[in-house]
């Protein structure tokens, strides 16, 4: 069984940065991509960002590059989301997603519960 657990959301102002976490409860974790997705109010899920098993490749959406940053801690288990130059279009319930495999797929087998982030302006 596979958990995740996010953490880090909070109320932040916009230009202002947050970093997530999430924290993976599976053993070979080192083996996995992960990905961050984010659902805003009244809209669709949507994909933010991925990371390979080994961190060397990294793939972001339009609307984040070169302001988001996804990293990988394999010996902690914990995949991370540093967002910089937040807006208020970044606000969303942020989710940690994987689908044990290579890749992550647009719509991921495995999430987490989530955590709000509000970007206020």
């Known amino acids: 069984q596979v958990q995740l657990v996010e953490s880090g959301g909070g109320l932040v102002q916009a230009g202002g940065s947050r970093r997530l976490s999430c924290a993976a409860s599976v053993r070979t974790f080192r083996t996995y991509a992960m990905g961050w997705f984010r659902q805003a109010p009244g809209k669709e899920r949507e994909f933010v960002a991925s990371?390979?098993?080994?961190?060397?490749?990294?793939y972001y959406a339009d609307s984040v590059k070169g302001r988001f940053t996804i990293s990988r801690d394999n010996a902690k288990n914990t995949v991370y989301l540093q967002m910089n130059s937040l807006k208020p279009v970044d606000t969303a319930v942020y989710y940690c997603a994987t689908d044990l495999g290579s890749i992550v797929t647009n719509s991921p087998r495995y999430w987490g519960q989530g955590t709000q982030v509000t970007v206020s302006s």
């Open positions: 990371i390979t098993w080994s961190g060397g490749s990294t």
